[in-house]
């Protein structure tokens, strides 16, 4: 059984612009969370979705939005991006949620010049 | 939201050594995993491991939901097990909180 993709895996944007990810879960999996790691704040939660329904959001600004469609494939969405938006995005899938091994993608790493 | 607290925060290990990661959180929880990061910034699953001892190979994990705590335990250590070590948890709200990772140096 494949693994958890994502793409882009490199990414570099400036300033203003704005961006999507990808991910797309392991087959069967149903539920999807988004993490940003950064070294200063290390890993965080963004949001989890489950059958295209967004159950839970970190603390993160309106700038950070995501979705899910039907296949279960996932996208989050930066827009007007800062300086402080390079990171690492991670994502990660399970077949209910996160009360179960989470299993990560490779992550997509994004610069904002 | 939940506290984890992770430590020791840097471990240098020799090839063959034992050591004892830890990880303290602030509120109970029903869920928590520990993973491994590898320098290409993957993370892989090591436990899923919500209270009590489980064992794969030369790692082990205990919980004690109870005093709100668990240990990860490296034996006879190689250089592969190099990374960055986290813990994770979380309650019935739909998120994993992370602690601040234990990074592992093993040396040949």
Same mark, same amino acid.
């Not at chain 1, 994502?6 to 392991?26: A, E, M, W």
């Not at chain 1, 059958?51 to 007007?80: A, L």
């Given at each position: 059984?494949?693994?958890?993709?994502?793409? @882009?895996? *490199?990414? /570099?944007?400036?300033?203003?612009?704005?961006?999507?990810? +990808?991910?797309?879960?392991?087959?069967?999996?149903?539920?999807?969370?988004?993490?940003?790691?950064?070294?200063?704040?290390? #890993?965080?939660?963004?949001?989890? *979705?489950?059958?295209?329904?967004?159950?839970?959001?970190?603390?993160?600004?309106?700038?950070?939005?995501?979705?899910?469609? +039907?296949?279960?494939?996932?996208?989050?969405?930066?827009?007007?991006?800062?300086?402080?938006?390079?990171?690492?995005?991670?994502?990660?899938?399970?077949?209910?949620?996160?009360?179960?091994?989470?299993?990560?993608?490779?992550?997509?790493?994004?610069? &904002?010049? | 939201?939940?506290?984890?607290?992770?430590? @020791?925060?840097?471990? /240098? #290990?020799?090839?063959?050594?034992?050591?004892?990661?830890?990880?303290?959180?602030?509120?109970?929880?029903?869920?928590?995993?520990?993973?491994?990061?590898? @320098?290409?910034?993957?993370? /892989?699953?090591?436990? *899923? /491991?919500?209270?009590?001892?489980?064992?794969?190979?030369?790692?082990?994990?205990?919980? &004690?939901?109870?005093?709100?705590?668990?240990?990860?335990?490296?034996?006879?250590?190689?250089?592969?097990?190099?990374?960055?070590?986290?813990?994770? &948890?979380?309650?019935?709200? *739909?998120? #994993?909180?992370?602690?601040?990772?234990?990074?592992?140096? &093993?040396?040949?």
């Amino acid at each position: 059984k494949a693994g958890v993709t994502q793409t @882009p895996r *490199y990414l /570099i944007k400036t300033r203003g612009q704005q961006v999507t990810l +990808s991910c797309s879960p392991i087959s069967g999996h149903r539920s999807v969370s988004w993490y940003q790691q950064t070294p200063g704040q290390g #890993l965080q939660f963004l949001f989890e *979705y489950f059958s295209e329904t967004q159950r839970n959001k970190g603390n993160f600004p309106g700038r950070f939005s995501g979705r899910q469609f +039907s296949n279960s494939r996932s996208e989050m969405n930066v827009s007007t991006l800062e300086l402080g938006d390079s990171a690492l995005y991670l994502c990660a899938s399970s077949t209910q949620g996160i009360q179960e091994t989470q299993y990560f993608g490779p992550g997509t790493r994004l610069l &904002v010049l | 939201g939940i506290q984890v607290e992770q430590s @020791p925060p840097d471990l /240098i #290990l020799q090839e063959g050594a034992n050591s004892t990661l830890r990880c303290n959180f602030s509120d109970s929880v029903n869920n928590l995993q520990w993973f491994h990061q590898n @320098p290409w910034g993957q993370l /892989i699953n090591l436990f *899923y /491991i919500p209270s009590g001892t489980k064992q794969n190979g030369r790692l082990s994990a205990t919980t &004690v939901a109870t005093e709100r705590y668990s240990l990860l335990y490296i034996s006879s250590s190689q250089t592969t097990d190099s990374g960055v070590y986290f813990c994770a &948890v979380g309650s019935n709200d *739909y998120k #994993l909180s992370f602690g601040a990772g234990t990074t592992v140096t &093993v040396r040949a």
